[in-house]
């Protein structure tokens, strides 16, 4: 779902800004990027006890009770595309982000650069993947989460404000012109 995102929202960005993103673009989308990252700080996960998430209680539940019971393949990726939307204010500006940088690369290695952004948006869950295929239980993986559940909230929104300030500096600041890349 990752990749079919961005690789629309690269499509859409190359045909509109065909002959290179405007500086405004890239301050809204760098402002954007700070936005979220202040509600990652502020709501990504819930108070209580545990680690969940923003996510209404009832979608939550109708995840887990249809993830727990589902046998066919389709309907787990239908799963999995749910949770992505469901968690689409919390991508929206890295994917735009993203998107943009990648519409700016020559043809050839717009794909490269679209499933270079998916590796690196799936490298958590690749991890969690190799420690459970190392040995480590999903509930010791759990436990460490909920254990720094505050800092992982932390990091994520301080990462997303160093990349804005990352791309702004290269993008509205530099006297390179083009942009980006």
């Known amino acids: 779902m990752i990749l079919l995102l961005t ?7 190359f045909n509109i800004f065909s002959f290179g993103t405007p500086q405004i673009v ?5 402002g954007l990027l700070i936005g979220v990252a202040a509600s990652i700080w502020m709501f990504y996960y819930r108070r ?3 680690t969940a998430l923003w996510v209404p209680r009832e979608a939550a539940r109708y995840l887990t009770n249809r993830t727990k019971s589902t046998k066919s393949k389709s309907e787990a990726f239908s799963l999995g ?7 689409i204010l919390f991508i929206i500006a890295p994917l735009i982000i993203g998107s943009l940088a990648i519409a ?3 043809l050839n290695l717009q794909l490269v650069g679209a499933l270079i952004y998916t590796a690196v948006s799936m490298s ?4 969690i993947w190799i420690l459970i295929g ?17 800092f992982l909230q932390f990091i994520a929104g301080a990462g997303l404000i160093v990349l804005s300030i990352f791309i702004y500096v290269i993008t509205i600041t530099s006297d390179v012109s083009g942009g980006l890349l």
């Open 48 to 50: 209580e006890k545990g």
């Open 7 to 13: 690789s629309s929202m690269a499509f859409i960005s």
């Open 26 to 30: 890239w301050a809204g989308s760098c």
């Open 81 to 87: 595309m749910f949770s992505v939307l469901g968690e």
């Open 134 to 150: 190392g040995g480590h239980t999903l509930g010791r993986i759990q436990k460490w989460r909920e254990d720094n559940k505050y």
């Open 124 to 127: 958590s869950l690749v991890i």
């Open 104 to 106: 700016q690369l020559p």
